[in-house]
């Protein structure tokens, strides 16, 4: 949770005479960081977020303080502060205008002001927020892997997070593509924070082995809703799918959490598997049983050695009995709709199904003897064979 635009606007009105102009609507925008900018050159390596500062140098007229204040918000920035008073003797109506129709955040700052000093101070501000975030993420980590023990985090998150409330976890993984794009990456964080910030959520987001873990904190149904929603629409339009999350349940008390967290890892695995963009831990069924195994080796296990006799037999005669017993499964026993789904004879499913019994040594003609394989294409599924 970082310093936002209302923040620098209570909180240092008085020290540094900060005064709004316009964009008052966009004033929960987080700061990533400060720039001093008089021209447009370092504005193409911004990530998002950024507060920016001018004395107004570069920008003598309303028309190129609009066009700069286009860039600041094509860069999805947080605002402008302007040091009048010597180059800029005052802001142009229609700059404001403009700033307002755009909800951007314009704010002045006297001559008399230090602007060094003002940037350097809300910099500081602004390390010292990140490093409190690195130790909340760590506390959650511990509070996860070590749910016995729970003093050392509580004593962190203590006044940060309601503790007692309820907490979700959403899990994002990076497709490896983009590992080497850092811009990229950091673009989407940036987002993603920013419209956490600017509908108040209490959360943490960091990110742990290659993924993207947001911890949201007394959101409601409708609220994670909406946040997996925007988080899945900066992937819209993609050639290839980047990014896949997996939401975790609600859990209520911190001593929970990792009930979340290992719920929302199982997500991101069936959406990783799936190639689904996203996946909610209460809509997978008894997928979720089989995405919470961390040994893959015996659902492996499980299933070869229930199909074996079908794979070897199709490896050695280019067969498709494993498909045919699948189908049959899935359709209830049906030939007919087995045979309309692989273009075939009613017939011809008959005697592929006899020979599966001999096979397999059984007829399946009992609900729990055909359970198991049932089970073993679940997980030939999971395993994304």
Known sequence: MSISVRDVLSEDSARYRVQLLAGKRGDQRSISWVHVIEDSTIIQNFWG???????????????????????????????????????????????IDYCDDHDFPLITVPW???????????????????QNEKRYARAFLQAIRTPENLETPRKILKGAYHLEGEFKVFIMYINESMHDDLMMLRKMESRVRAMLERHGYSYCLFDEEGYYILILNDANKTQAKQILEFITSQNKGAADMNVHIGEGTTVTGLEDIHKSFIRARAATRMAIIQKRRSVSYGEMGVNSIFYNVEDEGILREYYDKLLEPLLSYDKKHQGNYAETLRLYLEYGGSLQAVAQEMFTHKNTVNYRMHKIYELLGTELETASKRFPYEMAFCIKDVLGE
């Open 49 to 95: 977020n950024e507060l920016a500062v001018t004395l107004g140098i570069g920008f003598p007229t309303a028309e190129a303080l609009i066009h700069i204040i286009e860039l600041l918000i094509k860069k999805r920035c947080s605002g402008l502060i302007i040091n009048t008073g010597k180059y800029i003797k005052e802001v142009p109506r229609e700059v």
């Open 112 to 130: 008399e002001v230090y602007v060094s000093e003002m940037v350097k101070d809300f910099c500081m501000r602004i390390f010292e927020e990140e």
